[in-house]
């Protein structure tokens, strides 16, 4: 019996492999660090997004420990239904206070946040304005809203103004990473905050990258002083944080729509009380310990510094430094050369990135060493300067 279905399946694959896209995992060995195991090797990371290394940090590892001794491990349902513990229920308000932000929901992933909050916030009268850049799930969340979707040029404030200005839908919803994942650069909030002010829409920003990082590890509100009801906040816990799952905040009335309203919140298990205490638990440490952040922000000028001295362009004050290449077999190339040498560095092609911006991202963390970071330029600059990589 034919099978269309898996006969479409199976000539995507091929086209995948046609194009030297198709991707495949590595299997660790070990928790995530600056180093890790793959099998009997030891690879430098740089592709991990625990900025602050605290995915294996003792004092997250033991609060995951008494979590699950106290509350075993599954939540068991959804938070409405009788999911939502204590542990669920400190973080939330840990992590209102950590933002300053009047209220805080904890939602299964930033992928589930986003995706809810687009579409409990916005219908089909709505409108919604993304950023090219945007992660894939803010795309996503417009999507499923059914809201009219715009997309403006990254970062180009004339043309979000231009597109505000002509539209009539009842509510609008400007949507914009902070930290954009696949370049490092920072989006312009305070001008995105003006003109949802100007033309009365909701500010969702997606901190995924700049919650532990920017602000003293608080986020980029923070960083930058931001502060309106028009925000609405989505923190990644996946990342810096060192743990899995994601809070929004803001608004008291809005975060209990989301609660009544998002379907990704409604609809889904809440995460395990060990995930929520251990987001309480990083939150304390960064707050107990300054010297996490500060270390990572010493590792970003170190690498920036040692790239200008190596003639390598380095632009981003954040965590992730893109080094775009443009070809994605170079890309390929070069992450090989670099693996060969005990890094690992991902090349990041289309469709993650636009055609033709092929790059290695380096991700840098708390937990580097500067020797490391240093010779992880070194090691990048020989590379991209040896034709065999070509
Ligand atoms: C990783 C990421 C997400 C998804 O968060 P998860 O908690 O991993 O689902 C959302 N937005 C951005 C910008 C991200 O980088």
Redo the contacts with the bound molecule.
């Keep these: 019996m034919a099978h269309a279905g898996l006969a479409a399946v199976r000539r995507g694959l091929a086209e995948l492999d046609r194009e030297g896209l198709r991707r495949a995992r590595r299997v660790l060995d070990s928790p995530q660090g600056p180093v890790v195991r793959e099998g009997g090797r030891e690879l430098a990371n740089f592709a991990s ?1 625990d900025y602050l290394g605290l995915a294996n940090h003792p004092r997250i590892v033991a609060a995951a420990r008494e979590a699950v001794d106290r509350f075993g491990f599954g939540a068991g349902a959804s938070p409405v239904v009788v999911g939502h513990s204590r542990a669920h229920e400190e973080a939330e308000v840990a992590f209102a206070r950590f933002t300053g932000l009047p209220r805080a929901l904890l939602f299964p ?4 946040a ?1 995706l809810g909050i687009l579409a409990a916030l916005a219908d089909r009268s709505a409108a919604v304005f993304g950023d090219r850049l945007n ?1 894939a ?1 803010l795309v996503d969340g417009a999507l499923l809203s059914r809201a009219d979707f715009h997309r403006y040029p990254h970062g180009d404030l004339a043309a979000l103004d231009a597109l505000l200005a002509r539209s009539k839908a009842g509510v609008r919803v400007i949507a914009s ?1 902070t930290v954009f ?1 696949m370049d490092g650069d920072v989006a312009p909030l305070a001008d995105l905050l003006a003109l949802a002010e100007r033309h009365d829409a909701w500010l969702v920003l ?1 901190d ?2 700049g919650i532990g990082v920017l602000g003293g590890g608080r986020g980029s509100l923070a960083e930058f002083g931001l502060a309106s009801p028009r925000i609405v906040c989505m923190a ?4 810096a944080l060192g743990g899995y ?2 809070f929004v905040a803001g608004d008291a009335d809005m975060i209990e729509w989301l609660m009544q309203r998002a379907r990704t919140y409604v609809f889904s298990t809440a995460l395990p009380p060990a995930a929520a205490a251990v987001a309480t638990a990083a939150m304390a440490l960064i707050d107990a310990d300054p010297s996490i952040v500060r270390a990572l922000h010493a590792r970003i000028g170190e690498f920036r510094r040692a790239c200008e001295a190596q003639g390598v362009a380095a632009s981003s004050a954040t965590a992730i430094q893109p080094v775009v290449v443009g070809d994605s077999g170079r890309a390929v190339a070069l992450s090989a050369r670099l693996r060969e040498a005990g890094l690992l560095v991902p090349a990041i092609r289309p469709p993650t990135v636009p055609q033709g911006t092929a790059r290695l991202r380096i991700s840098l963390s708390a937990a580097h060493t500067r020797v490391q970071v240093e010779s992880l330029v070194s090691a990048l600059a020989q590379a991209l300067d040896d034709g065999s990589a070509r």
Excluded at 236 to 239: A, R
């Design positions: 997004n992933s930033g992928y589930a986003n992660h799930c990473d994942s997606d995924a990258h990644t816990l996946g990342k799952g994601a």
